[in-house]
């Protein structure tokens, strides 16, 4: 670990106090809002709409999940380089935040990745 | 030359960029075309993989060759690091399938080892090899947030001088890691080791020379050669820039103004001569 100046003093250790909480919160999120897309289409599975009112209520709850995702992506995107960055070349207090940044990251990454292909498609009968 | 283009030269540049970009590839990619409609019975076409660090132009290059880089809207030499496995298609005829690889090096093991194992299998083409003499782009982080700003003394002369050290020994790793791919393709395979920045590094271009000809870097693409035949493996070096932009972090700080005395005329040579050699690649691959 290197000597630190008193005007960095806890550069890493700020960076990792705001960033680990924003990552776990989207991380959730995210997981979230794949659950519920995924119960929604396990519904129409068991029990697919029927009509044309139905059918396009069915479309709009989905396509609201997606909507709701797709709000989100830039914004976390920007997160993960900010922090990508931070792993890769940021000065931080030990190797062990380095890694828990590693693994948040990837969770969050793998959330966005679930969200970016949410299925929207209608079952038919 | 000023450091930062007007809007106007950065619309000339851009319209340089696409007359000169879209008529070659235009011309390969019609021959490919015929080539490809004279023997219907032919393999899809194999792809051309581009991997380096971070910051190194890769996903600009890829975008650029797709007519999807936008010079009026965005920022030159602006740096968004890429995620995840990218795709691209050559404009304009999209015969040519481009890989590219995320750079970052806490990327490399998850993202790497799968598509590089695929050389080995005949996937791709070619590789083309991004460097930068050092000058790798710093995505969205202040250097003051850098580790090696502060065992530099949080002195920006010696933290540059040291950067650009480190990346250029990254570059070297990159290859190390690329080599034994390269060596045991089952399949002919060419490389580009293509070095961008060069508006950035012009100044010291005989040095920049040297160290990828002379240096670890031409020892490293010897021993590849060695291990093949000339007729299954062909490596070629292009000195471009693909934008003409001053390197700066992601927070904005100037880190290197590019050369003074190194304009548009340099870059559309440059790029002429990259897009020329790939070209001739993407013909012998061809041929085998």
């Known amino acids: 670990m290197t000597t630190k100046t ?120 | 030359m000023p450091d930062i283009p007007s809007e106007s030269s950065i619309l000339r540049e851009l ?63 602006g740096y968004e690091e890429s995620i995840g496995i990218e795709s691209f298609t050559m404009a304009p005829d999209e015969q040519v399938e481009v890989v590219v690889l995320p750079g970052q090096k806490h990327r490399r093991a998850s993202s790497w080892t799968e598509v590089l194992e695929q050389i080995k299998g005949g996937r791709f083409a070619g590789v083309m090899l991004f460097s930068a003499f050092g000058h790798h782009s710093l995505g969205e982080i202040s250097i003051t947030s850098l580790e090696l700003f502060e065992k530099c003394g949080r002195k920006k002369r010696p933290f540059l001088s040291t950067y650009f050290d480190s990346k250029r020994q990254d570059e070297l790793d990159v290859l190390r890691n690329l080599q034994p791919y390269l060596e045991t393709s089952s399949n002919p395979i060419w490389m580009l080791s293509t070095v961008v920045k060069q508006d950035l590094w012009w100044s010291d271009r005989q040095e920049v020379d040297r160290h990828y000809r002379e240096g670890d870097y031409g020892k490293i693409i010897e021993s590849i050669a060695r291990k093949r035949s000339a007729a299954s493996f062909r490596h070629e070096f292009a000195f471009a820039s693909l934008v003409i932009a001053n390197l700066t972090s992601g927070e904005d700080e100037l880190l290197k103004k590019n050369t003074a005395g190194y304009g548009q005329a340099q870059q559309i040579a440059s790029l002429n001569t990259l897009c020329e050699t790939l070209g001739s690649l993407l013909e012998w691959e061809k041929l085998k």
Not at chain 2, 24 to 38: L, N, V, Y
Request: hydrophobic fraction near 35%; aromatic fraction near 4%; charge should be negative.
């Open chain 1, 6 to 125: 008193s005007d960095n003093k806890d550069v890493g250790e700020q960076f990792v106090r705001a960033a680990v909480p924003l990552m776990k919160e989207y991380t959730e999120k995210l997981e979230k809002i794949v659950k519920e897309a995924e119960s929604l289409q396990q519904a129409f599975t068991k029990t697919p709409p029927k009509g044309e009112h139905q059918t396009r209520r069915a479309q709009e709850q989905l396509s609201r999940i997606e909507e709701r995702a797709s709000r989100l992506s830039s914004a976390v995107d920007e997160l993960n380089r900010r922090v990508s960055q931070m792993i890769e070349q940021g000065q931080l207090d030990s190797e062990l935040q380095r890694v828990e940044l590693k693994l948040r990251l990837a969770e969050l990454e793998n959330a966005m990745n679930a969200a970016q292909w949410i299925d929207t498609t209608i079952p038919t009968e």
């Open chain 2, 15 to 77: 319209k340089a960029l696409v007359d000169l970009i879209s008529p070659i590839w235009q011309r390969f990619t019609r021959r490919k075309k015929t080539e490809r409609d004279s023997d219907s019975n032919e393999n899809s076409q194999r792809e051309v993989l581009i991997l380096g660090p971070g910051g190194v132009g890769k996903t600009t290059f890829a975008r650029l060759i797709s007519l999807d880089y936008d010079f009026r809207s965005e920022e030159p030499g």
